[in-house]
Every structure is written in C-alpha cells, then in structure tokens.
C-alpha cells in the first residue's frame, strides 16, 4: 500500500514537472523558430506596405461655425423669451422651446430628410458613391467602371439580377455619413463641420454647400413656422371680444413680424461662419506609417504564435511515453 503511495506521489510530482514552464525552454524555442518568425513578419510587412500604397489618398476640409443661437445674440430667441409664456396662453409656438436653435440644426444637419436632399440637389451620387481615387493632373476624379458609365452617364445593371446599381436613398445617407464628421465644442460653443473625399476640392466644395444649404434649410423652416403663426394670431383677433388679449395678440404678431423681417434678411440664418474652409493641401490620410508598423507587429505576433504552439504540443508528445512508463511502473 506504501509502495503504491510512493508511486503515486513520485507520478504526481513528475507531472507537476512537466506542467511547468521552463523560461530557458521557451526561448531555445523561439531561438529555433526564428526564422518562421522572421518569415511571418517580412511577408506582413510586405503585404503591409502593398496595402497602404495601394489605398488612394484622402483630403479632409472642415469650417468653424458659430450658432447664432448661441449667447442671446439671436433675434428669435430673445423674442421667444420674452414673450414665450404670452404666446403659450395663446397657443403659439415661438420657438425657444426644450431644444435650442444649435441643437435642431446639428440634428437636421444629421438627418436622413436633409443628407438625401442634399445629395440630389448638387447630384453627388456619382462623386460620393462610385469614385475610387482623385488624380491631381488635371483636377480629375476616377470613377469605378463596374458601377457607372461616364460615357453614357448612367449606372449599371447587375448582370444576374438586372437589377440598376444605382445607389438608393439608404446607401447614399450612409455612404455621406462616413465623410462627414460634425464636432460641438462644450466650451466654447463652436462648431466644426468637416468632410473627408479622395478630392481636395470636392471637399471644401461640399463643406461651403453644406453650411450654405443649412442656413437656408432652417430659415425656411422658421419663415413657414412664422408665417404660420402670424395667419393663426389674425385669426384669433376676430375671434375674442376681450380687449387684453386682443392686445396680447397684436404684440405677438408685432414681434413675429419683425422675426420674419430679420430672418428673410439674414442669410447666415442658423450659423455664421468664423473660418471657412479652404482646399486642404496635405492628406488626412490614409496613414500610411501606422499601417506599415501594425503588419509588422501582426506578422511578428503570428509567427511567434506558431512557434509557441509548435513548442507546447511538441511539450505534450514528449510527456506522453514518460507518463505511460510511470504508470507501467506502478503496476
């Protein structure tokens, strides 16, 4: 029984043994699998390289806005507060509400109604979705021939479906959302408004028609809404015999007209620009240098892996013939 134990115990301390990683162990095998590691990460740094200078370059133009909402310098919100609590017991929407002028128009700025108009009022399809890369000779865009025809100016059909390739709404808001990026700034309540494209000059293009596109897209919203407003007033002078309110609607409609006034007159109606974008002259990217390093460090990994690998199951076949001669042994 003693001897059985004394078996046992000098089979249990051997395993324990085995189970152990010797540090001198894994090093003679990365040593000797050093060349699988050398190799795997030359052809990722290679394949890295193909990579990054294979992807078209990409320019980014941006402008700086500030809301004209922003401060109480706007018009129609200082109007609104000061006669928002009249106009609600009139049954008036004055604006100045929950959300802010700067807060409607970043969410119609990110809108799927405004983006798809905006597209088909300039006809971006073509430059947004089906180009590939821009060429600077010539200021020429290289749009993908599997998709559009430029001769023929018309977009494909899937040969087996027959089905166009043109673009639907859906695609092209999601596609214009990748190039777009809208930052709002806490502290000092700017506004950067950016787009990224292969073309420097569609860039800044798009940027200038964006901001340009919005402030009239809200004044027009606001001049519909005052409008509106004013017709409603009107009506219900005649409808109440009670001088107060009667005086009540008639400043209200004295201080929507002078909203409707101020609004037709100002182009920059949501936001006035502080520094308007001009045609980038340095790339965004892509960033070459960092794409070229992270191969180099997943090849490096991936080789160093297999080696690891190659050594622990090479660990575990060594210790299966001791193991069996052990328990051999004890019986």
Not at 101 to 106: D, E, F
């Amino acid at each position: 029984m003693a001897k059985n134990l004394q078996y046992q115990s000098s089979t249990f301390q051997q395993e324990s043994a085995d189970d152990e990683i010797d540090l001198r162990e894994l090093f003679s095998a990365l040593w000797k699998g050093k060349w699988i590691i050398v190799v795997c990460t030359f052809v990722f740094a290679v394949g890295g390289v193909a990579f990054a200078l294979l992807q078209p370059n990409t320019y980014k133009a941006e402008a700086i806005l500030a809301s004209t909402d922003d401060g109480g310098g706007g018009g129609l919100s200082a109007m609104a507060g000061q006669l928002g609590g009249l106009a609600s017991l009139a049954g008036v929407n004055l604006g100045g509400g929950d959300a802010s002028g700067k807060v409607m128009a970043l969410a119609t700025l990110n809108s799927r109604q405004f983006v798809n108009y905006f597209i088909n009022k300039h006809d971006l399809l073509v430059p947004l979705i089906a180009s590939t890369k821009w060429i600077e000779d010539g200021n020429r865009l290289v749009i993908n021939p599997d998709l559009y025809n430029e001769t023929k100016r018309t977009w494909l059909t899937d040969e087996d479906t027959g089905e166009s390739l043109k673009p639907t709404d859906w695609d092209a808001y999601k596609a214009f959302k990748k190039l777009i990026a809208v930052a709002d700034d806490k502290d000092t309540g700017l506004v950067t408004v950016s787009i990224t494209h292969y073309s420097p000059i569609i860039a800044k293009q798009w940027v200038d028609w964006l901001t340009a596109d919005l402030n009239a897209w809200m004044k027009k919203k606001s001049l519909e809404e005052t409008s509106k407003n004013i017709k409603y007033l009107n009506k219900q002078i005649y409808r109440t015999r009670v001088s107060e309110m009667q005086t009540v609607f008639y400043g209200l409609i004295q201080e929507q007209t002078k909203a409707l006034m101020l609004a037709e007159v100002n182009d920059e109606f949501s936001f006035k620009i502080i520094d308007p974008a001009v045609i980038p002259e340095e790339k965004a990217g892509p960033k070459r240098a960092l794409i070229c390093v992270l191969a180099v460090l997943l090849g490096g990994m991936l080789g160093t892996g297999i080696v690891l690998a190659r050594f622990v199951f090479k660990k575990e076949d060594d210790n299966e013939p001791s193991n069996s001669k052990l328990l051999a042994t004890n019986f």
